[in-house]
């Protein structure tokens, strides 16, 4: 929106000169945490890692998790005692459109200029010129999503007005956007088709933070938020799943929708009460009519995959 | 939703048989309101009942009904000084579309073991198997709306998934559903086209209460709300309307309707102020014109509304 | 307060007939619970009972219960999977002076005068006159804590102003209340030496609302309170605890008083960190030392309760 | 929508004699701000004023307007240090649809009924008989947005239900509406295409209150609103822009706009990271194209404005 | 508490000329209010006014009020059907002090440096140097309480610090302070016993706005405040009383109050439930007990007051 | 408070090897924050420092710093620009009692397992048993005040019952703590006389959290504690203070302090009002006397401290 006046509104944001294009030995920001941090701290990713030490869930997967709802990755979360990784109370920007991609985190905290001097004269001395929420944004891959702590702020917190989001939406192709923070720009913004979760809106630009840290552990809500999360958003909230958790999520979730779909079948007959289909059949033929169906359309299911991916 | 664990997580709801199944006797329901109690407590229904006492508002009466606004009831309500009849503050799921209905209504505390414990042997000795709230929607009827005060609580206050939505808009016709609480898989939810008023969304299944009441009095926010009230819902909030005052509620929106339409036809013509029209027209000559208008379009709507009858 | 209003702005209240003085057969409260009820729903109670039912922890266990904080009735009640017994967000009276005593519960509802009118009509047939929250007052016992469930009102949900107060307080011999609404003449109150906890204070007298039960379950914030349970207060909020419970509550607190006693001597010393001591001594020689503690202090309290009994 | 009762409900309100209808020595309106003492207030206006002395923006410029966004107008406004002039929270009726006026204002306050009365009787003196909310909105002109202090009531605050909503966009030519208070029947207000802000909905009709002032400065949230001011809605909340700086808020928002064109376009082109487009290029070259393309454009610009102005 | 940078810090409110000391002619103050208009709005004031047109309550009638609650004022206000009297959510600063004093009310709006300027110079123009709240504080008078509508404000709405806090305690001979607002320096003030109500507490001193009005009507949460109010504080909350209601409302505390004596000591003989003695004794010689007590006790008050007041 | 239970209920923090005891290599702690990050992070410190690296404010200004209020602190900071440094909103456990110390930081976020349970792994390595809140409080020296961010958390969000608030306070010398989070044992902790900043209370012990940093940067509301800054907390809320405006900010209170002191002397004479006093005397010989004034006991206050400090 604003032309003129963002090298100077920026200039208080923290240099920060990155481990991974100076090498390991750099600590210009202000939480530092390694790639060998990354690879020690998501040890259970069973995928491979981009060059950062994030864990890449793949491609395919991500493509299946478009499916997916709160509920689905609530269930096997829940049995797994990971009870911290869902947030909501967010403005939707694009209801009934799931948000799904790999976490890429970013943590602002309030300005403090002592602090602030002494990042940015470490990140000039690494040849880092400009540094605030774009030299972040730079680093965007396709299918991240920008996952922000900005603790909350309104006024001065707006992480994106609607040409960073249109940039944003480009570099992730359409991954989306979670802050626990504020935008610009709403009209601007809600024409652009990708899923965003924000707090507020409010029309001033960022300011009176400073960056502390890219693809560090940050918490939004009450989840603890890794690189490289497979982050899920549906009308609801957002959940943020484990790695090693995604393929077990989908093939859960495939279960569910055939449940949901034969279930839904059997109410439409009209001829059962609730209870008697719903969780399980009770009748055993019934129950038997319904594992058969299950079988079936697994096989279907698979048969589609396949075929999808030797195309 | 999810499929297999719905047995355990509901294992804990009170025991409950009703009256209606097994007669005046049983307690094993922690409120006991008798058939006997209902139609005491309804003394003023002028329409027949269901066969456990509940008035029954006839079907013409709720068609005529899907017409009104909360205007409309908060008119003639306030006249009969029945002002404690009008709940808001809820998420609308379908805006623009009204909701009409008799109330079928179910009460949630929150889960004491001691006292649920009880209830399921009372309930076992009656042959009760699974009491949840499922045993509840079992119930329902065509032209019901449940209503269910599940004390504001959100995580583990979802009356309803996807799956029991769309039961519940099958066995009531669309009726419709006011839960002071929760729901889970809005986005399976907004796809089905029965109104509904909620307090939140949550993935977790409903779980940590106990179901004290079916068809009993209870409180949706400033409201004590007798089963078989006139449910009606619009962009605003949601009305509880006593079966004594449904027709001359509908009666007095027919009027209302024609002035309306008088009144913005005169505004458009551009000839005069607010306050010359509105509320009443000032000017004797306008004021017939009114008059005349409203007889004639009353005429006009009791014959369109004898031919339907007569079809 | 108000002296000559009384009797009309309560008139609006449902007579209530109960068990207690009429028999078992009489319905004129809108919510019926026997005393055969009571008596199965606190199967559990190992006292004996009031005449209406109600488990009447005995005088030396409440007398001894002025010692226990919210945090020893939690640890209790969370090894027995009681998780909802706990209400805060009061304004607290008298910080600082524990409030213990038997649960004496009273429900109100919105107004709706359709309702109010039966249960009046269903009243003077038992001879009872005027029914407001005068006559539930009337019934209070030495030792009762009045809990109020008055869904939250501020305006016109005042359950007493400083003269029912006064009365209270005489009636349960300091006793206590907790309402989920508000009082009046928080000036006269604040003179008289009983804890109360409110939601609100307002001016208004009571009005609107219904007396819709007497020692029947009732809800406070997320707990199902049931008459007769045993109340504690303090500082934080109100702990509601079965009757089944109170031994066991109050033997593990002596425990915990000596624990405390004696991690704070030994803190005292100066010589420890927290983590050799709290929560329990790591080096062997302390821990014996703590158990000898521990042995002779229990011994040393039930002397001296074993001397004040025999007194 | 309710027909015959306004009169009374109404007749509580003020009476109040305008200055322009009845000459500068009336003082009939609680808070009088003469035509005079509007003129000294707003003495930066640039443009021409109404015979009430209100500020008159241009109507061209009002239509240029229509493609303001809230960030535009905040950009000149925090240069000129008017940090006080933005308002939000609301509930917008028609996001996307941007809402662009002159202000109209109208105060309330909270019935008095010894103050009432007087201000009724000076009324009468000047031959004013119904004095209420339709008093104010029959003075509306063509370009008018109505801005009410309603002190942010939700019961008994609605300013406006369909009827009169349908008459101010017909006064106003579809100007818009915003509240600090309520609306009733938002059904039916949902169907007229007129831009509204307001912080509830309600079915009860205005009452309890009384009108204190027509186009005096009235505060909305942080805002001192005068009357003249241009009103500015978008999706996020209201600028109240000084009529001194409407013209450099709409030249800005060219360079704006075509900025952000230039910017996008870079952007889709898929070559450059976001911090070498945004907020202004930082390669000389790609500057040097920005600079061209934005003299081409504005002329382009001024080209089609002076073309429509000429038809 | 801050010394140096007052000056510059109030230099943008606005400069204000008063109808008392320049006559009735001048308007440099945003909002006019002369000395007649107060006359005429206060009508019903049955006591002498200052100088300024302000009713003064008299001396001994405030002396009476400070043994006043705010049910003993609700009880006549509300039969006079002045329902928006009464404002609460205050902080209290000495819980247990009764606040009472005849009202001087202050208004500040949000700065507009437009029309702010424009007040100045007309201040200029009478001699009126600087222009703040302390040109408000100076004209307080022994007896008044400061009743400020700064909207809210927390951050820049500190209305005094302990240094100002303590003169409007000299000049008030103790009046007090209501501010819809903040103050600042609370662990100074928290030393000076001079009761006050305010919404918060912050350390920035006042600024951001513009003095818009002094004893001009002002709205304080839901009441319409008038200049010379009776103002009564307590525990809960604010009371403003019309003058013309002051002389009743000491006279019906008188009865309350006996009242009260007498309700408390039947209780305390133990003899009586509550419902026999309160609101009025049912027995008929309890009555005529009662009556007696009244009287007596009366003519002992009245003989009271004479003597004192022939001292 | 509780005894035997506290082992397995924090066996889930993580085990964190701290740098001061184990040398600069080590990152068991899930954000490290070296002993030279802090040194240059904190470069503007003019004070001796602890072993950990931690500024060291001297014990005589910490003493001086205890007659501080926060009006006082804000004046200083705003000067320097350093807008973030204030916090509100907190439970102050003795009002009136000022808490000084130097800041010692800690911050916990949700528990997420996988995460955890690499950190344990890693502390066991270097020999760390147990990881907790205890760990972290053994650091504490004389003189810090606990400062912790438990980002807001009610339940299992309490940083310490009363045994542990009572070893803080035996280790911190009365220092204090602040916690953006909850405590337990609020009883107990009453009784404890060092002052305590918190967001509410709760009777759970900690729990779902893990401790993920000591001594690093953290966020309490809007500002960013960095280790070793001074902490002032009054009735109001808490200021954290950068070292290197210690002692402007101690010096300039002096000022204020005799201002203060003087310009309430004027007030009580009664001779003024306060427009000629406060903030600085308008009258040029009132002036030349405060200025006098203001010498003589800015000598005097030196005087005593010279002679305190040669005692």
Chains 1, 2, 3, 4, 5, 6 share one sequence.
Request: charged fraction near 25%.
């Amino acid at each position: 929106m604003k032309t003129h006046r963002s090298l100077n509104l920026f200039s208080s944001f923290l240099g920060i000169y990155l481990m991974l294009a100076f090498g390991p030995t750099c600590s210009a920001q202000l939480f530092t945490f390694s790639k060998q941090d990354l690879i020690d701290y998501t040890a259970q990713n069973p995928f491979t890692r981009f060059a950062d030490g994030r864990p890449k869930v793949p491609d395919d997967l991500i493509e299946r998790a478009k499916g997916l709802s709160s509920e689905e990755v609530w269930s096997v979360l829940t049995d797994k005692k990971f009870n911290n990784q869902y947030a909501d109370g967010f403005q939707v920007l694009h209801p009934g459109k799931t948000m799904v991609g790999r976490a890429f985190t970013v943590q602002f905290m309030p300005l403090r200029s002592d602090v602030s001097h002494v990042a940015n004269a470490k990140a000039k001395e690494h040849g880092v010129a400009e540094l605030d929420n774009q030299y972040a944004i730079d680093m965007l891959q396709p299918g991240d999503v920008l996952v922000v702590d900005m603790f909350g702020k309104k006024v001065d917190g707006t992480i994106v007005g609607d040409n960073l989001f249109y940039y944003v939406n480009q570099a992730t192709h359409g991954g989306g956007l979670v802050v626990d923070g504020s935008v610009r720009d709403l009209d601007g913004i809600a024409e652009i088709d990708m899923p965003a979760y924000f707090r507020s809106v409010d029309p001033t630009p960022i300011g009176n933070v400073m960056l502390t840290g890219i693809n560090i552990p940050i918490r939004i809500g009450n989840v603890t938020v890794m690189p490289g999360d497979l982050v899920v958003g549906d009308r609801e909230g957002v959940y943020f799943v484990p790695p090693q958790f995604v393929q077990e999520v989908l093939d859960r979730a495939d279960v569910v929708h055939i449940h949901d779909e034969w279930t839904k079948k059997k109410f439409a007959e009209g001829k059962y009460k609730s209870s008697e289909i719903y969780g399980s059949p009770k009748d055993p033929k019934l129950q038997q009519e319904y594992q058969e169906y299950l079988k079936q359309r697994l096989e279907e299911l698979h048969k589609e995959r396949a075929a999808k991916q030797s195309n």
